[in-house]
């Protein structure tokens, strides 16, 4: 059988999500904790795989099983082996089709920014901090350019594997919320450090050091060096992933849980 489970977890102290040989992750702790459920070796395959550091509230995996041990083994009995900031949000049976990477259509990140000139001490691990005083209106304008199908190569890590640059922005929204400026977008897929590259981009906007138009003039040259920096990955957040409505699996309120809007 198969089985979908959403999945929440704080990535500071993990080296990623991807399971590594002599360091920890977050897959490897939940498949450790699913094969004392299933009582066998259980491997796992997630929506999308995230970075040393980086969040997720919304992440999706599958998994199958010799056995159906029922909804609460795969949530209360989970989070009860999971480490504190791991958890199961829901489980969901699916048909052998379903593929947690494959049959996604979208995803979503968010990046949040504490934007003030002192540092937090709240939530510190969970904040990219900027003490620069950033106008969210002109980050918001200068995102726009992103939107629709392009060459996202200078948004890209030299070392990412995928094969195409190519990637389809849905939205591209900032927005702030007293001293939180949150960068919400949503693609049908992302390349490696995409989103924080997108970050560091629009930082320099919202800081007066470049214009709104200079983030097109960056996407036309494909070239990473014409970017800005990579923001840290503190501050972002995997929030959500769009399926067929075939699957019928459940929808949770966005996270992080201080952010209102979750349209």
Not at 111 to 120: A, E, F, G, L
Not at 176 to 201: C, E, P, T, W
Request: hydrophobic content about 35%; proline content about 5%; glycine content about 8%.
């Amino acid at each position: 059988m198969r089985f979908a489970l959403g999945i929440e977890y704080d990535g500071s102290r993990y080296c990623g999500w991807q399971r590594q040989k002599q360091v920890i992750s977050v897959q490897g702790e939940i498949e450790k904790a699913l094969s004392r459920i299933v009582n066998a070796p259980t491997e796992i395959v997630c929506a999308g795989r995230t970075d040393t550091g980086v969040h997720g509230t919304g992440q999706v995996i599958h998994f199958d099983s010799p056995h159906d041990r029922g909804p609460a083994a795969w949530t209360l009995g989970m989070n009860t082996l999971l480490p504190k900031d791991i958890a199961v949000k829901w489980s969901h049976p699916v048909s052998d089709n379903f593929h947690a990477r494959f049959s996604a259509t979208a995803r979503r990140y968010r990046y949040v920014i504490y934007n003030s000139p002192y540092r937090p001490a709240i939530l510190l691990k969970g904040l990219s901090h900027c003490h620069f005083e950033l106008d969210e209106s002109l980050m918001h304008e200068a995102a726009q350019q992103l939107i629709g199908r392009h060459d996202f190569t200078s948004f890209r890590t030299v070392h990412c594997q995928a094969h195409s640059p190519l990637r389809t922005v849905h939205h591209c929204n900032v927005s702030r919320q007293g001293d939180y400026v949150i960068i919400d977008i949503k693609a049908n897929a992302f390349l490696h450090h995409m989103v924080r590259n997108i970050a560091g981009s629009l930082i320099r906007v919202g800081r007066g050091v470049e214009e709104v138009s200079w983030i097109g003039e960056v996407l036309y040259l494909k070239n990473r060096c014409q970017a800005g920096m990579t923001a840290p990955s503190g501050g972002l957040y995997f929030v959500d992933v769009d399926y067929p409505e075939e699957f019928q699996l459940p929808k949770t309120a966005m996270g992080p849980l201080f952010l209102d809007n979750q349209n």
